[in-house]
């Protein structure tokens, strides 16, 4: 591994007070904000939300830190990486000012009790699925964008309803910063980027190829000709089935503002698919139509 000096370091901020003062000073000499927030683990990913700051903002922050409000009691918490000297090291070679990586007593101090309620996109897929997951997203992003006041906050697509519901609670609550989307990442055979697939055996990760082939035949059954949803959603599950994959949470064709399911293609449409792999949940998506 390429050992980066610390000179080159980011500078790792630890505390809300730190944090708020250097967002104060970058902001005194007009300069515009850019937030990334991360739970860490860093692949090419979350460096691409960090290209995307730089290339708009004149300031950008990344934030670090594994939300265990948005984990549920059988998920995968005590298991989630934690890999902040790696971290470091990639952000290093993309110049972010500083790093915000807060411990958990930080951002939810003794008798913390106050959550925000999501918003009804939050309510299908994976909020059937997840529950309490959302109302943990949505605490935790608001407390970021408080602790980080950004001009512009960057998430991926591949979380496509985690995006929707960061921008609909920014909307709803009249929150004076820009959610910008960014394009998911996917390794050459199109397995989309996740901290996740570091579980992953051998044969389980082609397994997981199933996700993305999934959505690539949604999309070209769609490019000739097909409208019919329910077609569409019976050939998307025999390619899970043709690898293997039992455990599916959901397949969707839905409306890409509300998640609500579409009976037809007749405009762009957002396919959705989770499902677990051995032991590990993934999820994907794309836009067809």
């Known amino acids: 591994m390429l050992l980066v000096s610390e000179s080159l ?17 970058a902001r005194s000499s007009g300069e515009t904000i850019g937030l990334i927030p991360t739970m860490g683990a860093l692949h090419d990913g979350h460096l ?9 903002c004149l ?24 890999t902040l000297e790696q971290d470091m090291e990639a952000l290093a ?30 309510k299908p897929l994976e909020g059937e699925y997840r529950p309490g997951h959302f109302r943990g997203v949505c605490t935790v992003v608001l407390k970021l964008f408080n602790l980080v006041p950004a001009d512009i906050a960057y998430f991926g697509e591949k979380d496509y309803q985690q995006l929707l519901v960061i921008r609909h609670m920014a909307r709803d609550l009249n929150l004076p910063i820009e959610i910008r989307p960014c394009a998911t990442v996917r390794e050459p055979d199109g397995l989309a980027m996740s901290s996740r697939n570091a ?10 190829l199933a996700l ?28 899970f089935k043709k690898a293997g994959i039992e455990n599916i949470d959901y397949i969707a064709l839905a409306d890409p503002d509300t998640l609500q399911d579409v009976p037809a293609i007749t405009q762009p449409t957002q396919a959705l698919v989770a499902a677990h792999v051995g032991n590990t949940r993934l999820i994907d998506n794309r836009r067809i139509g």
């Open 59 to 82: 300031f950008t922050v990344a934030t670090i830190f594994v939300n265990p409000t948005q984990f549920g009691p059988d998920e995968d918490l005590d298991q989630y990486p934690r």
């Open 9 to 25: 370091m980011p500078e790792l901020v630890t505390t809300a007070k730190e944090a708020m003062q250097r967002i104060t000073q």
């Open 199 to 208: 579980y992953l055996s051998d044969d389980e990760r082609r397994q997981a």
């Open 212 to 239: 993305s082939d999934s959505l690539a035949l949604a999309n070209d059954l769609v490019a000739n000709g097909e409208t019919r949803s329910a077609s569409i959603l019976d050939e998307m599950k025999r390619v």
């Open 93 to 122: 070679a993309h110049d972010v000012d500083f790093v915000f990586s807060p411990n958990a007593s930080e951002v939810y101090p003794s008798g913390f009790s106050t959550y925000v309620d999501p918003p009804d996109v939050a």
């Open 48 to 56: 691409s939300l960090v290209q995307a700051a730089k290339a708009e």
